[in-house]
């Protein structure tokens, strides 16, 4: 898609940093085109920065690729140029959704008792209506739903007022685990909502960017690399314009880095070729939460050096893996894994109904020193795979965050229609 060309249409509106239009040939798209400029305190303050509109759109594209490819739903489709993206066509919402784990700027100006340096578990979300001539005044969720906002034909009622309060915080929460993962510390972050034109659904729009969040660097606030280092310069000159930028610029280079294809596995044993069907259930639930599955077959019993040998390749590759056990009547195959391998095993044994109170006990009950878990269900025993690798690996944990707070969504939703019937 990039520096493809299209046909622009009318500017739908023009922002301090960015400027939308119409996208003729595409409907239900638009061109978000970034400015070369920073500001700061309402548009207060104000400077041509040459460069940031490029930086800024690649760290944008960077962030909503994240984001989409964890399940989170958004206005993003793609990067046109160097300095615009191309997304779904949405109404805004006028509200900014603020998360905070540390208490720091505004807050603690807002609330002398609160020291500098105060971690929020959980996060801390605030709402701000958007309003320059107001400075932006906070609002309490009372305020969000008693407004009734409109938004194409949509108007924000208490049900996606808690469902943008839910994405909200699993944004923050995924891009958090992201840049932990780089050894930075995302302090707070904004980001705001929309409705589809097309189809009314409500998704993460707007950009974000450097302007979005509080970053440090091993958690140290001296290292800043954020919108603040502008904020705090008495004197706004061009050498501290270029410190600005750099900052921006060593962002946009890492953020770059955050977009990896997971690091960990999942490998399924199966006893007999005949469970393959069943052991396809397991990897089709790993590659949903975006653990790469490899299939293997090899029994215990009838193999047990052939075993030994595959399961010794595995942890030599230094590769972090969760093997799978699949064998049904007697199961010797999780716990011989289970006692010569140092990396977690599950067994998943393809019980059927006729011996399937007595098959299970083999993997239930272990000799002494053998510590592998046993799910009965193939979704299960994927999900528990991911689980046990989302402790490292932030690319798995966003995909586990983003289906729980997807799962909930849905039930919002679906409680909303049930109450919407007459």
């Not at 989409?68 to 191309?86: M, N, Q, V």
């Not at 709402?127 to 906002?149: G, I, R």
Request: charged share 25%; aromatic share 6%.
């Amino acid at each position: 898609m990039a520096d493809t060309e299209i046909k622009l249409g009318a500017k739908i509106i023009e922002g301090k940093t960015k400027v939308v239009y119409d996208i003729l040939d595409q409907p239900g798209r638009v061109l978000l085109q970034s400015k070369d400029r920073i500001t700061a305190g309402d548009g207060a303050r104000s400077h041509e920065l040459e460069g940031k509109a490029a930086i800024s759109t690649s760290t944008a594209c960077s962030v909503f690729k994240l984001l989409t490819e964890a399940g989170i739903k958004t206005h993003f489709i793609g990067k046109h140029s160097d300095t615009a993206l191309i997304t779904y066509k949405c109404d805004m919402i006028p509200i900014e959704w603020v998360t905070r784990r540390v208490a720091t700027g505004s807050f603690i100006r807002r609330h002398k008792g609160v020291p500098e340096g105060y971690r929020f578990s959980p996060p801390k979300l605030e709402t701000f209506f958007k309003d320059d001539e107001n400075h932006d005044p906070q609002w309490t969720h009372e305020e969000c739903v008693s407004a009734k906002l409109k938004a194409g034909n949509r108007t924000i009622d208490e049900d996606d007022i808690d469902i943008m309060g839910k994405m909200t915080v699993a944004v923050f929460e995924i891009l958090e685990r992201a840049w932990s993962s780089l050894d930075c510390s995302l302090i707070d972050m904004k980001i705001e909502f929309g409705v589809r034109t097309d189809n009314g659904e409500l998704v993460v729009a707007d950009i974000i960017d450097s302007d979005s969040w509080r970053l440090w660097p091993a958690g140290d606030r001296r290292l800043m690399k954020d919108k603040e280092v502008y904020r705090q310069l008495k004197e706004v000159t061009s050498e501290g314009l270029e410190t600005v930028k750099r900052n921006f610029q060593w962002v946009a280079e890492r953020v770059e880095k955050l977009v990896v294809k997971p690091t960990g596995r999942a490998v399924v044993f199966m006893g007999s070729p005949s469970d393959k069907e069943y052991c396809e259930k397991i990897r089709e639930a790993c590659q949903t939460y975006g653990v790469p599955c490899q299939l293997r077959v090899s029994s215990a019993h009838k193999g047990s050096k052939d075993t030994l040998q595959i399961l010794s390749e595995y942890e030599g590759e230094g590769i972090p893996t969760v093997f799978i056990a699949v064998a049904g009547r007697s199961n010797g195959l999780g716990p011989v894994l289970s006692g010569n391998a140092t990396w977690p095993v599950i067994n998943c044994p393809p019980v059927k109904a006729d011996w399937a109170a007595q098959d299970v006990w083999s993997s239930l009950r272990l000799p002494s020193g053998l510590g592998c878990a046993t799910v009965i269900s193939p979704e299960g025993a994927g999900l528990n795979a991911a689980q046990i690798l989302g402790l490292y690996d932030h690319v798995i944990w966003s995909r586990l965050r983003a289906r729980q707070v997807n799962t909930r969504i849905g039930l919002i939703e679906a409680d909303k229609k049930t109450r919407d019937v007459i």
